[in-house]
């Protein structure tokens, strides 16, 4: 299988990329593994998400050769297939209440930067490299690629990037914004599972929120938003998990939110 996913009884999803040997690029059985786990998170208790990839990269981007053996309108309606699929994906991990993190090594590029970036916490081994790569080839982006680099680095970057295609090293990468912080190789597996089970054993309806009403923050006026902050405040307040944390704070302990049934958002 090109896609694995693995949900533990305490509600950790690990996701697993499984074409090392090709780079990992997405084809079209990547796209609809991606799709498949997606689903499969959307409709189980998952409380963190952990997205990896076997092999020397994370992704190279889109599986050219399956691509190279099509043509005219039976390439278009396969890509599209494709892009379909991995899309509805990267929405469905985006809906979710339970956060997600990404561990990338070697090379990350065309839609495995829309899959790194999709991440909330992005961690980078310090050999990694990032490349746009698709007006290279003479595509242009998908997998979010062209939506969240603005948003993460600036216009004037993120055309940089997507225009010369130049190698981005984990460190610049990191200054950028691109992912959250860059560990040595040999730690990455290690630091990437510790920060996705700590994300397991948090608030997983106060994440859900927060990561709502950051996407939100990007595109909405200060007045609605604050509003809506007012809303998702107080119906976390009023759940149990935030009474549990509140408890568990002025009782000098600390909280147990795997016990406590989530609540609304609010949002």
Sequence with gaps: MTVTI???????????????????????????????????????????????AEGRSFCVGGD??????????????????????????????????APMVAAVQGAVAGAGIGLAAAADVTLAADSATFTAAY???????????????????????ALDLL????????????????????????HLPEEAAHTAETLRRGATAAFGATRRLVADALTSPLGPHLDREARALAAAAASEEGREGVAAFLGKRAPDFTRAAPGTSGV
């Design 6 to 52: 693995e949900i533990d009884e305490g509600g950790l999803a690990r996701v697993t990329l499984r074409r090392g040997e090709a780079g990992n690029a997405i084809g079209l059985e990547a796209a609809r593994g991606l799709l498949a786990a997606a689903r499969a998170c959307e409709h189980a208790p998952v409380r963190a998400v952990l997205l990896t």
């Design 64 to 97: 050219l050769r399956e691509f190279s053996q099509l043509s005219g309108e039976v390439l278009r309606k396969h890509l599209t297939a494709v892009t379909d699929a991995l899309h509805e994906a990267l929405r469905i991990f985006a809906a979710l209440d």
């Design 135 to 157: 007006t290279g080839i003479g595509y242009s982006p998908d997998a979010g690629v062209s939506w969240v680099l603005p948003r993460l680095l600036g216009p004037k970057r």
């Design 163 to 186: 225009l010369t295609n130049r190698r981005t090293p984990a460190a610049e990468a990191a200054a950028l914004g691109l992912v959250s912080r860059v560990v040595p190789a040999a």
